[in-house]
């Protein structure tokens, strides 16, 4: 057991030793995927910075240049002696056949298939890429990316249109088949609801005998009447109760009427 503080020393010297030349002096081979100014590019005869690979990429005594390519040779040069070369190179061909929609794929594949040491250039890390190879260095760059989709309809909506994306919920069948429920359960309401023979038959024992019977000659429309009335109040009951996902319950309403205001909530909850 050693302790560097009872010793009145630190542990730089050993770091300082063992961190010394862990490579042993090697040469990288690293393959360059594409350019991409002003990362890495190559020079024309022109004195032109080439965007587009072409017959000089293949070719190896036209120096690369860039961003990239002064980053990597900086990590040779405080290597001290460690890093002794770094040979850069461009993809092989067998490469760029499997993967002809990427050559960044194709740059890994020949690190993956042992044709050259490392990758140099604005790599993204995908899982396809990870399954190859790894990556050892911090990611130098951060890309936001944005998913960008045409809006539908242009750039106004009309009221129809809008009408129309309060209907998408639901396919045309349940919509009809929800209004049907509505108007059943608004139909079966009135027959169940008292409020239809009190209000077909009201002030009949207090009218005088004419009137009497001559209300009974037009009872059966005044009963139509008030059927429609109330079957329309109860229609727009329910469909506010539908809209607004809810029933009212009232406390003085008969046993059938509370069974089918059940049955209709059900049916709400269901639905929304």
């Not at 010394?20 to 910075?49: C, D, M, R």
């Not at 009497?212 to 506010?240: H, I, M, P, T, V």
Request: aromatic share 12%.
């Amino acid at each position: 057991f050693y302790s560097y503080s009872t010793c009145n020393s630190t542990v730089d010297d050993w770091l300082a030793v063992e961190n010394e030349h862990i490579l042993g002096g090697i040469s990288i081979n690293a393959v360059i995927a594409t350019y991409t100014s002003p990362f890495i590019y190559k020079w024309n005869n022109s004195k032109e910075i080439i965007e587009l690979p072409g017959p000089e990429y293949y070719d190896n005594k036209v120096p690369y240049e860039g961003i990239y390519i002064d980053y990597v040779n900086s990590l040779r040069q405080v290597s001290n002696g460690d890093i002794v070369n770094i040979a850069y190179t461009h993809r092989s061909k067998a490469s760029g056949r499997m993967h002809k929609k990427s050559d960044y794929t194709a740059a890994v594949q020949d690190v993956a298939d042992g044709l050259v040491d490392m990758a140099v250039g604005p790599f993204w890390i995908t899982g396809e890429r990870l399954k190859m190879t790894s990556f050892f260095t911090a990611p130098l760059l951060m890309d936001k990316s944005y998913l960008v989709v045409p809006r539908q309809g242009g750039t106004e909506e009309s009221i129809s249109i809008q009408f129309q994306k309060v209907m998408l919920p639901f396919s045309n069948e349940l919509w009809i088949l929800i209004l049907g429920t509505i108007i059943f359960a608004a139909f079966l309401s009135v027959l169940l609801s008292d409020q239809f023979e009190s209000a077909s038959s009201s002030d009949k024992r207090h009218m005088p005998p004419r009137q009497r019977l001559r209300w009974q000659r037009n009872s059966l429309r005044r009963r139509k009447r008030a059927f429609y009335r109330l079957f329309l109040d109860e229609l727009l009951q329910k469909g506010n109760c539908f809209t607004g996902a809810g029933v009212q319950q009232e406390s003085d309403a008969s046993l059938s009427n509370k069974v089918l205001i059940f049955g209709f909530g059900f049916f709400i909850l269901l639905t929304v």
